[in-house]
């Protein structure tokens, strides 16, 4: 994968393995070798990248987008776990949908920008964390009453049984959400844990795939 280490598969809890056992956490360690900020305004090649993914969501590929392969598998997925889909949009829909209001995909900084063409380019969603906040490699667990989510001094408290990408001492996100701001990566952050999620019927080369498009936008041209 690029110059990034080789993906790992997160660990799972046993509750996790016997009730999901399709759910997957892949993880790869990323070193950003370009300049600047990982929050600030995207080179331009990757915002020509983000133009060229905008042009392959039009009209009907749009609207339909759901019905394809890789995004209804994570709508089925929303489903088996409780969410509405036409509720809670999977991370593709969600993409799609706003470069439809907006007629593009907005940019929102490099780091952003790495992920959203991860997103595009596969339609499995990724995430990122700052490697140094991290207690172990992460992996996918269930929530305990009342934990915090992150370590930081605003977090807020979790309910019961929600699952949570975890390290060995905090929920670092709920699944399918950001991160916790403790745990995302800063501006001057320079090792990052990317972590693609994949569930039934994602091929695990696409999952990779994910992770390798989004580690080699984060590298010098």
Same mark, same amino acid.
């Given at each position: ?23 997957? !956490?892949?993880?790869?360690? =990323?070193? &950003?070798?370009?300049?600047? #900020?990982? /929050?600030?305004?995207? @080179? $331009?090649? *990757? ?71 991860? !997103?595009?380019?596969?339609? =499995?969603? &990724?995430?990122?964390?700052? #490697?140094? /906040?991290?207690?172990? @490699? $992460?992996? *996918? ?81």
């Amino acid at each position: 994968m690029s110059s990034a280490a080789a993906p790992t598969v997160g660990w799972r809890a046993p509750e996790v393995m016997q009730e999901l056992p399709s759910l997957r !956490l892949l993880v790869a360690e =990323v070193e &950003v070798a370009r300049e600047g #900020s990982l /929050t600030g305004v995207s @080179p $331009p090649d *990757i915002q020509r990248r983000l133009r060229e993914r905008s042009s392959r969501f039009r009209g009907a590929r749009a609207v339909s987008i759901r019905l394809e392969p890789v995004p209804a598998a994570y709508r089925v997925f929303f489903r088996h776990i409780g969410l509405d889909p036409d509720v809670v949009r999977t991370p593709i829909e969600a993409a799609v949908l706003e470069r439809m209001l907006r007629g593009g995909f907005p940019t929102g900084g490099l780091l952003a920008d790495a992920l959203l063409i991860a !997103l595009t380019d596969t339609g =499995v969603p &990724v995430w990122a964390l700052a #490697s140094e /906040t991290l207690d172990g @490699p $992460p992996g *996918i667990r269930e929530s305990v009453e009342g934990e915090p989510l992150g370590g930081g001094r605003d977090a807020r408290a979790l309910p019961a049984g929600r699952l949570v990408v975890a390290d060995s001492r905090h929920a670092l996100a709920v699944l399918f959400e950001e991160p916790a701001r403790a745990h995302a990566p800063r501006s001057g952050t320079r090792a990052v844990t990317l972590f693609a999620v994949q569930v039934a019927g994602v091929p695990t080369l696409f999952a990779e795939e994910a992770l390798w498009s989004a580690a080699s936008a984060l590298e010098a041209p």
